[in-house]
């Protein structure tokens, strides 16, 4: 014999009970030992306001107050964060942050409520690429993964998603390193824009990464030399200090070790510049 369904209301009356206890409270507490008026206290929003907040604001928006950001049922609203930071021309003008002006969502990485000395930010990358996912199936209408259907609506998203990393999952293969990166690149395009093919978003080194050895000769193929090696100062001090007078530009092995690039053969640590 079956017994019968318990009604949900059984366990949902009881635990509502107990959210609205636990949310009055610090309230009672404050007007039992401050011997304070209930309605002062009730109709107080900043009494509200520190019941709900989850924590202390960080610095750099210390003194605001909910509604300076949060929107009612929606949460941080993306607006709100730009009337205040519109007008921080230094970060969209730089190469690595533009993107910003694009951005639909701020919260994903810009996390409050962590405390004053935490600064509220947080690069998640994967989140990064939810959100220009999300704008691409807003505009399509439909739920796809169709990335070569791609017609510019992200700037942080590449058209023909890179799948040779095995350390990326499918949503950070989706972003173009190159757009917010391509100042950080130390290959100087000789390894073409292709970021993810080596790199993890965790961090640029890669563990598994092995130097050819001393004896390589094809320095050329992932190295370029510096602006002075292609001015007089190659000619008249280089070459002199490596005893090296008929050295090319692209003859790196010539002069440098493997250890590190002011290592010179015969010479030893040489700070060039």
């Not at 209408?141 to 700037?155: L, Y």
């Amino acid at each position: 014999m079956t017994a019968p369904a318990r009604s949900p209301w059984r366990l949902i009356l009881p635990l509502t009970f107990v959210f609205l206890l636990g949310l009055l409270f610090p309230v009672i507490l404050a007007h039992v030992s401050g011997g304070g008026s209930w309605g002062a206290e009730l109709s107080d929003p900043v009494t509200w306001q520190r019941l709900a907040s989850p924590g202390d604001l960080s610095t750099a928006h210390h003194g605001l107050d909910c509604a300076a950001c949060h929107t009612p049922v929606d949460g941080v609203d993306r607006n709100k964060c730009v009337t205040c930071h519109a007008t921080a021309s230094a970060l969209l003008q730089r190469q690595p942050t533009a993107f910003h002006a694009d951005v639909k969502s701020c919260r994903e990485c810009h996390l409050e409520h962590q405390g004053g000395e935490v600064p509220p930010v947080e690069m998640d990358h994967q989140a990064f690429a939810r959100i220009g996912i999300r704008e691409l199936q807003g505009k399509d209408g439909e739920d796809t993964e169709a990335f070569a259907r791609f017609t510019g609506i992200s700037n942080w998203l590449q058209a023909a998603p890179s799948r040779t990393s095995s350390g990326l999952g499918p949503e950070e293969a989706t972003l173009d390193c190159s757009k917010c990166h391509a100042n950080d690149d130390r290959h100087f395009d000789l390894f073409g824009s292709d970021c993810a093919a080596c790199h993890r978003t965790e961090a640029w080194t890669i563990p598994a990464f092995q130097h050819p050895p001393p004896s390589s000769r094809d320095c050329v193929q992932c190295h370029q030399a510096p602006p002075s090696h292609y001015m007089m100062h190659f000619h008249m001090v280089s070459r002199r200090v490596a005893n090296r007078p008929h050295a090319d530009v692209r003859q790196c092995f010539i002069c440098h070790q493997t250890t590190s690039w002011p290592d010179i053969k015969g010479v030893g640590w040489y700070k060039h510049h």
